[in-house]
């Protein structure tokens, strides 16, 4: 079964800080790994998609890195803003489209706070 | 905007009640999935359909239902709702081709069970 978590559950920077938030997962059998965003009672955003092949994808001040073989991803957010603080979630798909194979696996989040 | 929209935004039932919560995809996605996230708690996979069947199930009882439509637009059903179903309902979109492909969130239903 996999599990899916998330260090540290909560996160205080001043603004223009550089900051890496954590995801491990303990089955490394994965299509993909995303990484969202998600505001106080609101849906996710989707951030970063990493595919299992690749180690690393890049979004403006966002790179996400994946170590399948070691069951790591970094979120890695320069520069912070105020702008920036919300709840990050990471989630990794299982190889498969069948069964619950075919879902993505949730951590519980960082929940990241940027002050003036 | 992720191009996925979920109706209503909010909702109040009465334990016992039974609800119906609606999802449409964004165009051209084939697969829809239902993610049931509790207050401070990840999102936790209920199922999901491709091509209008289902092809995967999580860890819920059969009150939990589903449609996907032709137009692949999605309903989620729980029947003899309980208190413990009050929970922010995530849908996603996703077009399945073979592989892993990034799955897009609507901004989900706000249920709350009285």
């Known amino acids: 079964k996999q599990e899916v978590t998330q260090i540290p559950a909560a996160l205080s920077v001043p603004e223009g800080e550089n900051l890496v938030l954590n995801c491990s997962f303990t089955?490394?059998?994965?299509?993909?790994l995303q990484w969202f965003r998600q505001d106080p009672g609101k849906g996710l955003t989707s951030l970063l998609l990493?595919?299992?092949?690749?180690r690393e994808q890049t979004s403006g001040r966002l790179n996400a890195s994946l170590d399948k073989s070691s069951g790591r991803s970094t979120l890695y957010i320069a520069a912070s803003q105020p702008g920036d603080s919300a709840t990050y979630l990471c989630?990794?798909?299982?190889?498969?489209?069948?069964?619950?194979?075919?879902?993505?696996?949730f951590g519980t989040g960082t929940r990241l706070q940027v002050t003036l | 905007e992720t191009g996925v929209t979920q109706s209503p935004t909010h909702l109040i039932k009465t334990r016992g009640q039974q609800v119906t919560l609606r999802c449409s995809s964004q165009?051209?996605?084939?697969?829809v999935s239902w993610y049931q996230q509790a207050l401070g708690q990840g999102p936790q996979f209920i199922f999901q359909?491709?091509?209008?069947?289902?092809?995967g199930r999580g860890n819920f009882p059969p009150r939990f239902s589903g449609l996907q439509f032709p137009n692949y637009s999605s309903e989620l059903n729980v029947n003899a709702l309980e208190l413990d179903d009050s929970a922010l309902y995530l849908c996603?979109?996703?077009?399945?081709?073979?592989?892993?492909?990034?799955?897009?969130f609507g901004q989900g239903t706000r249920l709350t069970v009285v």
């Open positions: 996603a979109s996703s077009l399945f081709r073979g592989g892993g492909t990034e799955a897009f």
């Open positions: 990493i595919q299992s092949s690749q």
């Open positions: 989630a990794v798909k299982g190889a498969g489209n069948t069964g619950t194979a075919s879902k993505l696996t």
């Open positions: 359909y491709y091509r209008e069947e289902e092809n």
């Open positions: 165009s051209g996605h084939n697969t």
């Open positions: 089955d490394s059998a994965i299509y993909n």
